[in-house]
């Protein structure tokens, strides 16, 4: 696709339920992270997936967080039994290729808009 | 463990003036300083460091990266209250992993 895209844009759940929220990224793009964002923080990393590589989950908060990525390409973050601090804007971002775009292309995360989840 | 500090965490200024956002940065392989600009959603990028003392530069942006003292700078000259936004300081490391500090908010009165 023409960017990331992230799925749904808008999640509301009750406490306790499971959630799943949905990354797309970039076409041929190999690297892709998940970011958690609180009302006016920073981006707290969750985890980070390159190529075929064993994921880099050491930003997860909780078991109660899991990620996978099916083929390389659409991630899925599952967060169990939710809780009301789990609400924050999730935010998925892709990278291009290893070896594509020279040294400096491949550092570059472009960004999908975000789902915003709320826990009540 | 790494981590990317970033200061002020928040700053109003009228416009027309220049803002200087600061980043300081313990990354393990460190290989890039990046700095985005987030309005509403998604961070747009602006620009990614790798070498010490080289300045990068679009329009009113620049900045600047001291690998020796672990720091960057956002310089932004004449605001303009479209600058206003978070701005977000991140470091990576040779593995590719991204880690952002918390950001500052910039607020330009007009």
């Known amino acids: 696709g023409a960017g990331v895209s992230q799925s749904p844009s808008n999640k509301v759940t009750e406490k306790g339920k499971d959630v799943e929220l949905r990354c797309d990224p970039i076409s041929g793009h190999t690297a892709l992270y998940w970011y958690r964002q609180s009302l006016g923080q920073g981006l707290e990393f969750l985890i980070y997936f390159q190529g075929n590589s064993a994921p880099d989950k050491s930003g997860l908060p909780s078991d109660r967080f899991s990620a996978e990525r099916t083929g390389g390409s659409v991630s899925t973050l599952t967060i169990q039994r939710t809780q009301q601090e789990d609400s924050a804007v999730y935010l998925c971002?892709?990278?291009?290729?290893?070896?594509?775009?020279?040294?400096?292309?491949?550092?570059?995360?472009?960004f999908g808009a975000g789902t915003r989840l709320s826990v009540l | 463990e790494d981590k990317v500090v970033q200061s002020p965490l928040s700053l109003v200024v009228h416009e027309g003036d220049t803002v200087t956002l600061n980043c300081s940065y313990e990354v393990t392989n460190f290989r890039s300083l990046l700095w985005y600009k987030q309005e509403k959603k998604a961070p747009t990028f602006l620009f990614m460091l790798?070498?010490?003392?080289i300045e990068k530069k679009s329009g009113r942006l620049s900045s600047i990266l001291d690998k020796k003292e672990l720091f960057s700078i956002l310089n932004i000259t004449a605001t303009q209250t479209g600058d206003s936004a978070i701005y977000l300081c991140?470091?990576?490391?040779?593995?590719?992993?991204?880690?952002f500090g918390k950001g500052t908010r910039l607020h330009i009165l007009p």
């Open positions: 790798t070498s010490s003392g």
């Open positions: 991140a470091g990576g490391d040779r593995d590719d992993k991204i880690i």
């Open positions: 971002a892709s990278s291009p290729r290893r070896g594509t775009g020279g040294y400096q292309a491949k550092n570059i995360q472009y």
